[in-house]
């Protein structure tokens, strides 16, 4: 990456980001969220999967599809894990990280 003057200051930005990113994640650890059954039940499927295939070169497209597919996958690694079901709910704390996921991938 070239040191053009506008990407040292990017540079400067992600550094009080990450500072930002900091002091939040004291404060806001997990969430409790409530999902319904199918996309929970899709959740984890993705968690019990099984990936065989091996990775070749990717383009970024595929890179960030197989990145979200793994932040459902963790997300149904939650619900497996500490999920409690709610009839046709599931009510688990995600990860602040994951919940973010989710909305970026709702865009």
């Known amino acids: 990456m070239e040191d053009r003057e506008e990407y040292v200051r990017y540079r400067q930005d ?8 900091a002091h939040l994640e004291s404060q806001i650890g997990q969430i409790s969220v409530r999902l319904p059954r199918p996309v929970a039940e899709s959740a984890v499927a993705a968690w019990d999967r099984e ?20 932040e459902l996958a963790f997300i149904g690694l939650a619900i497996t894990s500490r999920g409690v079901w709610d009839g046709e709910e599931v009510v688990v704390e995600l990860d602040v990280a994951r919940i973010a996921a989710a909305l970026r991938a709702a865009r």
Do not use: F, N, P, S
């Open 14 to 21: 992600r550094a009080v980001l990450a500072a930002v990113g």
């Open 51 to 70: 990936e065989l295939g091996r990775l070749g070169e990717e383009t970024r497209e595929e890179y960030e599809l197989r990145d979200d597919a793994a």
